[in-house]
């Protein structure tokens, strides 16, 4: 059983820029895919990120791409996403995800089944 904890969210002026890390417990991190989603009011939660295994392989929802990168640290067991150039329309509940042994794209929600609790952002105009 695998534990997800995010944190690093918060509040920025457009243009900002943020980085959550997901740090995680229980499993073997370096053998699980792992993804970031995010859900804003009203609104499916959707996919923004991943970051494969075994290959580290990385893949963005259109709408982030050039502007978020996720990237992992397998001796802390700990991913993370650096989010730059942020607008208001990036404001949600970001989450982690993860699933051992994923291999290949992984963009719904079916596909994981690790979740962290979310950290808010919130980006002001």
């Known amino acids: 059983q695998v534990q997800l904890v995010e944190s690093g969210g918060g509040l920025v002026q457009a243009g900002g820029s943020l980085r959550l890390s997901c740090a995680a417990s229980?499993?073997?991190?370096?053998?699980?895919?792992m993804g970031w989603f995010r859900q804003a009011p009203g609104k499916e939660r959707e996919f923004v990120a991943q970051i494969g295994w075994p290959s580290g392989y990385t893949y963005y929802a259109e709408s982030v791409e050039g502007r978020f990168t996720v990237s992992r640290d397998n001796a802390k067991n700990t991913v993370f996403l650096q989010m730059n150039s942020l607008k208001p329309e990036d404001t949600a509940v970001y989450y982690c995800?993860?699933?051992?042994?994923?291999?290949?794209?992984?963009?719904?929600?079916?596909?994981?089944?690790?979740w962290g609790q979310g950290t808010q952002v919130t980006v002001s105009s």
């Open positions: 995800a993860g699933k051992r042994y994923l291999v290949g794209r992984a963009v719904r929600d079916m596909d994981y089944d690790y």
């Open positions: 229980g499993g073997t991190f370096s053998t699980y895919t």
